[in-house]
């Protein structure tokens, strides 16, 4: 079994470079999925009345398609309009009706599947068109222009988006399948951000398959970007079949009565996070009673380094080698302040981390997880306290890491994250991480390895105590 090897810095920075920032539309990683306890809805019988489309931009067009919520010509008065925009290469809009239309019927709303211009893709033309297919049928349908959704999968939720982002003020929330949060903004490909003017007003709801990890990043970034600005965006991966079109996911229902009823809902939990918290609670159950009454290895070996500003050593269980990639970077001439060792067969890894602040160590950690879940990271704090290793009082904590690898698809891990000063120093810091990407830790083992390596850690200033800090 590989496994990755650390970046460097603290658990926010060690994890920092997993996931800098988005480049370019994410793509479908094929890779392990995480378990997840969500089931798409069953398909249920479908019901549509299509309406010909009458406004002049249309009329060289095909017709619009237009279902209500009932056979009396008046059943869509005052009804919320759902506009849907499908793909415009794999249109599916007949199991959009067996799928999602019985669920929007049961609450009433009417459905405005637009014509595009093109079999291939939406584009920024098609816009206008689309707006005036939405005020014919709000006028002679008579439906209720306050509560207008829009909807799209694939590239028709990112033509939604394009339309989320030129028209705010026109709707009431935003539901988006399998497509990354980017916009077309002139000739350019630019990351979409909700609104900050309608974040209070527009609920959005994305829904991904788990395979498609990198868009979920995405999404998690823009939802911890417009979390101050009161935004609700609700994120659902779902299993299944990892194609474009996705059936609705359960959670959409109790969602749309929110909406309908004319309320913010509130984000809701993210499944992924729940299921990664239940694949590790053995072991978090058990870590503290571990912690405890685990002792430091008999004979382990030892390792030294003099890195940029600290000579660092520790010592770790027999099996436990040097790490390759800190030799290249030593290598290539960057002089790091930390020693990383990993075992010789399971990804389990190690660094200690010497380093000089003059800020309070707990808003540089603070900082930093605050950095790691705005770049879309999936990360957890299960237990936090104090810990005594090598006769030393310890703070630590125990949590997990989530992200996608485009290699080995979404890698969740646990760490045991501790620091304590050196020495009598409220500057000066040490930092031991110790991480399991095994998916099935065990706690004895772990805490085993924490106390071996706490136990002879150690770190000795090479440089003057009055160099100003780096960081």
């Known amino acids: 079994m590989g496994g990755r090897r ?5 658990v926010g920075h060690a994890f920092r470079r997993l996931a800098v920032g988005p480049h370019r539309p994410g793509r479908y990683n094929r890779g392990m999925y995480a378990a997840l306890a969500v089931l798409a809805a069953a398909a249920v019988p479908a019901a549509s009345r299509p309406i010909p489309a009458t406004t002049a931009a249309a009329a060289t067009r095909p017709a619009a398609e237009v279902l209500l919520p009932g056979d009396e010509p008046d059943a869509a008065a005052g009804a919320a309009l759902v506009l ?11 199991r959009f009706k067996r799928e999602y239309w019985p669920l929007l019927r049961e609450r009433r709303c009417a459905v405005l599947v637009p014509p595009g211009r093109s079999t291939k893709a939406w584009t920024g033309d098609d816009a206008q068109p689309i707006m005036d297919a939405v005020a014919d049928v709000q006028k002679r349908c008579r439906t209720d222009p306050k509560r207008l959704i829009l909807m799209g999968t694939s590239g028709g939720a990112q033509m939604a988006l394009f339309l989320a982002d030129k028209l705010p003020d026109r709707f009431r929330a935003v539901i988006v399948v399998s497509t990354n949060p980017v916009v077309v903004r002139g000739r350019r490909y630019e990351w979409f951000y909700p609104p900050a003017a309608t974040a209070r007003t527009c609920p959005y709801f994305v829904v991904n398959h788990i395979t498609h990890g990198d868009g979920l990043k995405y999404w998690r970034q823009v939802r911890a970007k417009r979390q101050a600005d009161g935004a609700s965006i609700s994120i659902v991966p779902v299993l299944g079949p990892a194609e474009h079109y996705q059936p609705p996911p359960k959670e959409l229902g109790p969602w749309l009565d929110e909406v309908l009823a004319g309320r913010q809902p509130a984000p809701l939990a993210d499944p992924q996070a729940a299921a990664v918290a239940k694949m590790f609670a053995g072991a978090v159950a058990a870590m503290p009673k571990a912690l405890t009454e685990a002792k430091a290895a008999a004979d382990p070996n030892t390792f030294t380094k003099d ?3 600290f000579r660092l050593t520790l010592a770790a ?13 030593d290598a290539a001439g960057l002089p790091i302040t930390e020693l990383r060792v990993e075992h010789a067969t399971w990804p389990i890894y190690v660094r200690l981390d010497a380093r000089r602040s003059f800020k309070p160590f707990g808003d540089i950690v603070a900082a930093e997880e605050k950095q790691t879940v705005e ?6 704090v299960y237990h936090a306290g104090a810990v005594k290793a090598g006769g030393r009082d ?3 904590k125990c949590g997990s890491i989530t992200y996608p690898d ?3 698809g979404w890698v969740s891990a646990l760490f045991l994250h501790a620091v304590r000063p050196i020495g009598d120093s409220m500057t000066q810091w040490l930092e031991l991480l110790v991480l399991d990407e095994t998916g099935r830790p065990d706690a004895a083992e772990l ?4 106390h071996t390596v706490a136990a002879a850690a150690k770190a000795q200033a090479i440089a003057s105590p009055d160099t100003v800090p780096t960081r």
């Open 375 to 380: 770049r879309g990271l999936l990360y957890q």
């Open 447 to 450: 805490a085993e390895l924490f």
């Open 394 to 396: 310890w703070k630590l």
């Open 406 to 408: 485009a290699k080995r």
């Open 317 to 329: 269980p027999r099996g436990y080698l040097r790490s390759a990639r800190e030799e290249r970077f």
């Open 84 to 94: 849907y925009l499908p793909s415009a290469a794999e249109p599916q809009v007949e």
């Open 307 to 309: 890195g940029k500003e």
């Open 6 to 10: 650390l970046r460097r810095g603290a």
